[in-house]
């Protein structure tokens, strides 16, 4: 009986957890990529991977990989079932490209969110649903040819499923 109770725990602690239709705790890599054709990029960043959690999950600023391109410093907070991008004192436009933007990949096999929407109200970049895309874990958000500066700003609200933490 007491075997039987070990294994018990055993595979109960072997199994991964389910994040209960919430992005916290979930580990995700921002990268920034531009291109005409995603086989031939002009420019990826090197990316940076984080656990969500309190605060904001990333401060991309540039890289230094290409004296002609580089990131536009960036804020990213992830919530529980939102993400929230902001720009720093700095002002520009973004190249115009057929993608030029961020690409979150959230560690899942799964079809991580259900439903996006652009939160209208706390959204000052003229984008719409046709500039975001997710395809599984990923999240494609598209900038191109979008201005950018301290009062920009772009959030977008989830429907999350319930997929395994990654």
């Known amino acids: 009986m007491r075997l039987s109770r070990s294994l018990v725990a055993l595979c109960l602690i072997a199994l991964p957890a389910l994040a209960g239709g919430t992005l916290e705790g979930r580990i995700v890599t921002l990268n920034v990529e531009t291109w005409d054709n995603p086989a031939a990029p002009i420019f990826a960043s090197r990316g940076q991977t984080v656990t969500v959690g309190p605060g904001i999950e990333f401060g991309m600023g540039p890289e230094f990989l290409r004296p002609d391109f580089d990131v536009v410093p960036v804020q990213v907070e992830i919530g529980p079932s939102r993400i929230a991008f902001s720009y720093g004192d700095g002002e520009g436009g973004f ?8 690409v979150l990949r959230f560690a899942t096999d799964c079809a991580l969110f259900e439903a996006v929407s652009i939160d ?16 599984g874990g990923a999240l494609f958000v598209n900038v191109a040819g979008r201005r950018y500066g301290p009062e920009v700003t772009l959030v977008l609200d989830f429907v999350v499923g319930e997929c395994l933490l990654g």
């Open 120 to 135: 209208a109200a706390a959204t000052t970049m003229p984008v719409t649903m046709a500039d975001i895309r997710t395809e």
């Open 95 to 102: 190249f115009d490209a057929a993608f030029n933007g961020y």
